[in-house]
């Protein structure tokens, strides 16, 4: 480890995007510096700013990840039966753990976005896509997250390729920073096949990256109206539809959930697992009290146009964690004056649907992702 500099004593601002605070303790350090003395220095909440290479300091990344990762020795003890909710709550405090922990490994940069390590690779446009022009100020960030703009940086480039909008290169969505990536495409299948009455006008809640009114736009809806509150999101999903060539169809409007107006199609894909995200895009699984999804329930009839209808897209995995019941969703649709006129189901592609060493296999195994077809109760 290195005596620390001069600028210790007065440090660079804290970037991060999950608004977690800046480290109580920073020291210098650099290429000298172990793997087991970093994970120790890592594990008591010791920020260890780096001042050699910018490669070496990845791979300090990766030994921390590993040793974070490692599994306890087994011993012939059967494994324990845990409930679906314990297995959760624990997956998630692991996770925040390790994402603690890796945070530690902290890099500089300076007011225009240049990294001052050697070996730095130029990152000034991934950073401006992701945090917006430079301010001039310096600061530091963590590696994890450097990472993750760069990571968002590839995926905005090459794209999502969506067999509903047709054939290729025109069909690939283009996710920004802070984004949620339409990777799971059963719920993007379910709004490419489901009978649709009345094309004269559809509201999109929580547009994203505008992929479903892409998809909507494809089918022959005339006129769409796509919310968010997410400028972030507004930004991506009107590049995307421009790329489409769909935006003559999307009206943009930042707002919580409902435009003004009523419409006989409205369709949403809330965030499926009710609990706290501890990140911005992870707005886009996690909805701490169903809140988004009460909401779009709570709202619907008052916005429905007569006999309009309102596509529910929802996995149905926080039921099988535990977290919600099925007698709960159906209970809130009730109440809001709502009737299930039908639904459409589908079985996840994702790998983790697959992998029994996820933590969460059992209930990965059970989901469905089901469109649920609303109407005003008569």
């Given at each position: ?43 008591e ?5 780096w ?65 001052p ?26 590696m ?25 290169p ?49 089918r ?49 894909n ?10 911005p ?93 609303l109407?005003?109760?008569?």
């Amino acid at each position: 480890m290195l005596t620390p500099p001069d600028f210790l004593a007065t440090l660079p601002t804290w970037r991060c995007e999950s608004g977690a605070v800046a480290p109580r303790r920073v020291v210098a350090v650099d290429d000298t510096l172990s793997a087991d003395t970093a994970y120790r220095l890592a594990c008591e909440g010791t920020g260890l700013l780096w001042q050699g290479d910018f490669h070496n300091a990845r791979q300090l990344l990766q030994a921390l990840a590993r040793r974070t990762d490692r599994k306890p020795k087994k011993n012939n003890k059967p494994a324990p039966e845990v409930a679906p909710l314990q297995a959760f709550n624990a997956h998630r405090q692991a996770l925040g753990q390790r994402a603690r922990i890796l945070a530690m490994v902290i890099v500089p940069m300076e007011g225009d976005y240049t990294i001052p390590l050697r070996r730095a690779p130029d990152l000034k446009l991934a950073c401006t896509e992701a945090w917006g022009p430079a301010n001039g100020q310096a600061c530091m960030v963590s590696m994890r997250e450097l990472l993750g703009v760069v990571g968002a940086h590839e995926w905005r480039k090459k794209g999502v390729e969506i067999t509903a909008l047709g054939d290729a290169p025109h069909n690939r969505i283009h996710p920004h920073y802070g984004v949620f990536s339409p990777v799971r495409g059963e719920y993007v299948d379910l709004v490419a096949h489901a009978p649709i009455k009345d094309k004269t006008l559809a509201f999109d809640i929580g547009v994203g990256t505008g992929v479903l009114s892409a998809v909507l736009a494809k089918r022959g809806v005339q006129h769409i109206v796509a919310t968010d509150q997410d400028p972030r999101a507004l930004a991506c999903a009107r590049e995307n539809l421009k790329r489409l060539q769909r935006i003559d169809k999307v009206e943009l409007l930042q707002t919580d959930l409902f435009p003004e107006g009523l419409a006989p199609l409205i369709v949403c894909n809330p965030p499926w697992v009710p609990a706290r995200p501890s990140s911005p895009i992870e707005h886009a699984v996690y909805d701490e009290g169903s809140r988004m999804l009460r909401g779009f329930l709570g709202g619907l009839r008052a916005h429905l146009a007569p006999q309009g209808e309102g596509w529910l897209i929802l996995s149905d995995l926080a039921e099988h964690l535990g977290l919600r019941s099925r007698q709960e969703l159906l209970g809130w649709i009730s109440e809001a004056g709502l009737q299930v006129t039908g639904r459409q189901d589908i079985k996840p592609r994702h790998g983790k649907a697959s992998d029994d060493t996820d933590p969460l296999h059992d209930a990965r195994a059970k989901e469905v992702t089901s469109l649920w077809c609303l109407a005003a109760a008569a």
